[in-house]
Structure formats: C-alpha cells, structure tokens
C-alpha cells in the first residue's frame, strides 16, 4: 500500500507539473486511435487525414511544453507564468499551417516536420539553460533525463509486451475477437503510459544538480563497453574502406554517407556521456577518447563531403543530400573544435543543432527550398539539353522525341521526385498544359502517373520502342477473399529489393518476383508470364481484379496474387518486366 500510494502521488505530481505535455500526448493517442478504427477508404480520407494532422500538431507540442515547463522552473526571476501558455496557440498554428492531407502530404511537408520536432528536443537539451554558465548543471540534468527516459522505455516494452500476450491469451481462450485491442493497448501504453512514467521522475529543482557529482557506474560501463567498441568497429571499417579508395583512385560512393553518420552518432554520444570522466586522473580511457576520437574522425567526415558532392553532381540536390551535407560540415566542426580546444564545453552542441534544424525546415535556405531550386534547374536543363523545349510551331504537341533508356530514366525519376517531394505544383510552371486545376496534388494523383502523364503528352519514348506502362486496381473494385484463409499485403517493391511479411518471403530480382517461406530463402519465381503477356494488350490505367491476378501453386501450398499497383516496362524483342509494384498475396 505504502509503494501504491506514493506511484500514486508521482503520478498526480506529474500531471499537475506537466499538464501541457499529458494533453499533448492524450491528443496523439486519440488521433492515432482513431486512424487505427479507420482505416483509409473513400469515404473517410478527409476525416483521416485531418486526425494525421491533429497528430503532427499535437506531437510537436510533447517537446515544446516540456521545453518551456523546465524553463520557466528554472529561471523565475526572468520569465512569468505567462510562458507555459504559449504552447496553446503555437500547437494551434502548427495545425493551421500544416497541410489538410497529414502523411499524404509531399515529402518536404514530412521532412519539415520531422526537423521541427528535432529541433524542439534540442531546446528540451539547452533551453532551460539559457540564463545559466554551469557546465555540470547542465550536464547532470541531461543525465538523468536520458536515464529516465531509458528506464521509462525499457519497464514500457515489458509491460506492453506482458499485456499484449495476457490479451492474445484471453483472446484466444474465449474467441473475443479482439481485432483492434492490440494497437490500442500499443498507443495507450506508447502515447500515455510510457511518457507519464518518464515524466514521475525529471528533477524538480535543477539548481540543486550544481553540487552533484556523481556518475552512474552503469552509465560509464555502457558507454565503455557497448558504445566505445561499436565507434572502434565503425572506424576500423571506414578506415579500410578510405584505404581501397587511395589504392583504386577512385570516388566514394554515396553509401558510405551512412556508416560515417552511425560512427558520429555513437561516438558523439559517448563523449557527451563521459564528459564528466574526462577530468579524473583515474579515467585515462576517458581521456584518451576525448582526445583522439575527434582525430580519428575529421577525415572521415571530409569522406562523407565528398561522397555527397559526387551524388549531387551526378543527380542534384535532394532533402536526404542537404541534411546529409549540413551533418557532414557540422561533424567537422566538432572535430576541430574539440581537437584544437580538447576543454571545449558541451552545451554549444545541441545549441547549434537546435538551430541548424530550424535553418533547415525554414526560409530561403532550407532543406524543401534548396532541393526543389536546384531539381527545377536541374529539369529545365535536361529540357533543354535533349530538345524538349516546346517552340511556337503548332506540331510540336504531335512530335515524337526518342530518348536513350538512361535519358528516359533520368527524366522520369527528376519529375518523379519533384511531384512526390513537393506536390505537382512545383511542376505546373514548367508543364502547364498538362495540369488542370483538380489535378495538382499528391494525394489525387501518383507521382509515377504525373510523370508518366508529362512525359506522354510531350511525346517523349524510350528508343527501340520500350515503353513503361502503370496499371493500377479500380478502387471501385474490391478483393474478394471467398476460399482463402490468408491475406498478406506487400507495397513498394522494387528491383533489387526484399520483404519478409506474413511468413512470406518476397524477393524482387532481375525484375521479377520470388517468393519464398523463410527470410533467408531464394524462392521460387512468381509464374507471371501469361498476366505480363496479357497487359502489353491493354491499355495502361485502372483495371479490374481479374486482369491483375493470377495463381499458382508452391510446395503443396494454393497462392494468388492480386496487384494494386504495377509499373511495366515493355521493351522490344524481349518479355514484359515488372519495375515496381504493390500486391497482395492470398493462401488458400
């Protein structure tokens, strides 16, 4: 009783002190909740999607009233209680601002929001510090909220994942039918267990954490033997992989973008968490790290710079590149930073990431602004250099322009991107005729289509009369099910990809489908032939269930495939190929 009753005073303690952050989080669960009650359809899309909005909205608010809550506490002297209002209008901004479509909305919209939500945990790192020089205050504030956000992460998973099985038991038992009772025990505890528990132990008074100075020995073993080993691995394999590129004289590949990020990540990570080692003579490790790992990395970082600045001058600019490049130069920073100044401070750290976020998702030199700039010259030029460019002749609409395969591709994925990143506005001043004003936005039409549609109306093809063709099932159409037992849904597949769902394997190689029934199986081709053979008779757009099926049997087992969405390229004197496609897959 005693233990129940003082979780119970942590937890009243939390609502009363964080009020703004409880409502914000109550606001993403209902809508979350309400998403996985309604499942997209024609009917219910707009109301959807203003749930996806409401979300995003709300979910900026968790960080942003935290921010401002532990800001206020700590500096009373200089801010009213006036501030932890301004949440209020600033989440009803956000939602007002952002678009009615929510996830349906262009990348950029998305990439955006993301960067906004990072920044607003950054200011969660140093806002509260803004009045303040302690390095140690800051430092043992930040410990323990990580620490707790932790333990309040891991005590989450448990319970979620005993209760997830106690419903299945009972589930199971009983026949209750439990469809949704999974997903929404997931966004209770997710969405307002998980950040209640967090929210029971963030220090009260900060300006008492000036004159701690302990350090967790579980902190410093994590770090010494699960981070310092992962940094050790990274830079041992960048390193060779730096090596074969002095040896072959040849550039980096974009790839190695990602494996430099994890490094920096990781050892980034463990020289804030050590921070306080460094200064104790016993802790020669501790020092050590601090100063050779900046050593170790600046090259690394210039590494990553010139992968990026060959990508972008093979393909332009996109978001993934520009925030690739910010990272890149911001990584080489910290490394001089703290190579020529080894007793550099910290709390600069998430104070220039905080405004390198903000740089990014606005103004003139963000990531959406740069990247849709630099692609729109990018396509005019690719207009210009292969003899696109409508002229004043009126049978410039009938003439046919051929293209090589690489140039058709090229073109293709340029407009591809611009629609999917920043919606098919960004394309109608370039190809005004083809846009009418009921057909200018993502959530209407594919990119693959409005790409498709352009390139079709200006006449342009593939040499040797290869042709890419979208087919897609009417949404009028549903799947009937009557005689099978299974359902698995596959989207996004593309060449050289793999997915495991369902206990299916599928495996899009060489442009075709295998599928198998473990992860680590080759599989057995897809018999598609007859299916491919009949749509090079048709013509592309929406068709019934019928012309997009076919069935086959594998290992005993009784399949069909229903495609919902199909991209083909049919080329001269060889077999129709599949490009992309999403399906789904029924058992028997």
């Known amino acids: 009783m005693i233990a129940f009753s003082i979780f119970r005073e942590s937890i009243s303690g939390a609502l009363k002190r964080f009020p703004g952050v409880i409502l ?53 002297r200089h801010i009213g209680p006036w501030l932890e209002w301004t949440p209020l209008p600033a989440i009803a901004f956000a939602y007002w601002t952002l678009p009615a479509s929510g996830f349906n909305s262009p990348g950029s919209v998305i990439i955006r929001w993301l960067l906004t939500l990072a920044g607003l945990h950054f200011a969660v790192a140093v806002g509260a510090f803004i009045f303040q020089s302690s ?46 009772a999974y997903k929404d025990l997931f966004c209770f505890m997710a969405f307002l267990v998980h ?35 992962l ?50 003579p016993e802790e020669r490790w501790a020092r050590w790290f601090k100063t050779n790992f900046p050593r170790l990395l600046a090259p690394l970082a210039v590494l990553l710079l010139l992968a990026l600045k060959e990508r972008i001058n093979s393909y332009g600019v996109t978001e993934e590149r520009y925030l690739g490049g910010v990272a890149g130069f911001w990584i080489l920073l910290w490394t001089l930073a703290y190579s020529i100044r080894p007793d550099a401070g910290i709390r600069w750290i998430p104070a220039s990431l905080l405004v390198l976020c903000a740089a990014s998702a ?70 005004p005729e083809v846009f009418t004003n009921n057909q200018d936005d993502k959530g209407r039409t594919s990119s693959w289509n ?34 099978f037992s299974k359902l698995v849904i596959f989207e996004n597949i593309r060449n050289s990809e793999k997915k ?21 199986s080759p599989g057995q081709q897809v018999p598609l032939s007859e299916l491919l053979q009949s749509l090079a008779k048709k013509s592309e757009g929406d068709l019934k269930a019928d012309d997009l099926q076919a069935d086959w049997q594998q290992e005993g087992r009784q399949f069909r495939i229903i495609f919902t969405s199909l991209n083909l390229l049919f080329e001269e004197m060889t077999a129709p190929s599949i490009s992309s496609c999403s399906f789904v897959i029924l058992e028997k």
């Not at 448990?158 to 589930?171: N, P, Y």
């Not at 220090?203 to 770090?223: G, I, M, R, W």
């Not at 973008?257 to 080692?277: E, F, R, T």
Request: net charge positive; with cysteine.
């Open 24 to 76: 914000s989080c109550i606001g993403v669960a209902l809508a979350v909740t309400y998403a996985i009650h309604n499942p997209h359809n024609p009917q219910n899309t707009g109301a959807l999607n203003q749930a996806q909005r409401f979300a995003m909205a709300s979910a900026l608010g968790v960080p942003l009233c935290f921010a401002l809550r532990i800001l206020r506490e700590c500096n009373q």
């Open 450 to 483: 409005i790409a498709n549609t352009i390139l079709k109306t200006h006449g342009v093809v593939i040499a040797g009369n290869s042709r890419y063709f979208h087919f897609e099932l009417a949404q009028k159409e549903g799947i009937s099910i009557d005689g």
């Open 500 to 520: 495991w769902k369902g206990g299916l394997s599928i495996h899009h190689a060489q442009k075709e489908l295998r599928m198998g029934f473990s992860n680590s």
């Open 195 to 229: 950040p209640l528990f967090f929210l029971t132990s963030v220090p009260k008074d900060v300006n008492k954490l000036e004159f701690e100075t302990t350090y967790p020995q579980a902190l410093k073993s994590f770090t010494q033997f699960v981070l310092a080993p």
């Open 362 to 431: 606005f103004g003139p030199w963000s990531a959406a602004t740069v990247s849709r700039k630099n692609q729109t010259e990018r396509l005019n030029g690719l207009i210009d250099t292969l003899g696109l460019r409508p002229t004043s002749s009126r049978d410039d609409s009938k003439k046919e322009h051929t293209l090589t395969s690489k140039d058709y591709t090229n073109l293709h994925k340029t407009i591809q991107y611009l629609s999917e990143r920043h919606g098919a506005q960004a394309l109608q001043p370039i190809f």
């Open 135 to 180: 390095e140690n205050r800051f430092w043992q504030f930040n410990r323990k909220i990580f620490l707790q956000f932790c333990t309040a992460s891991f005590y989450g998973v448990i319970l979620t994942a005993g209760m997830e099985l106690a419903i299945l038991s009972a589930d199971k038992l009983f026949n209750l039918g439990l469809r949704h």
């Open 231 to 280: 940094a050790a691995v990274f830079t041992a394999i960048l390193y060779v992989y730096a090596a074969k590129i002095y040896e072959s004289r040849a550039w980096p590949q974009g790839w190695v973008a990602l494996p430099v990020l994890i490094l920096s990540a990781v050892g980034i990570l463990s020289a804030l968490l050590l921070h306080p080692l460094f200064s104790a």
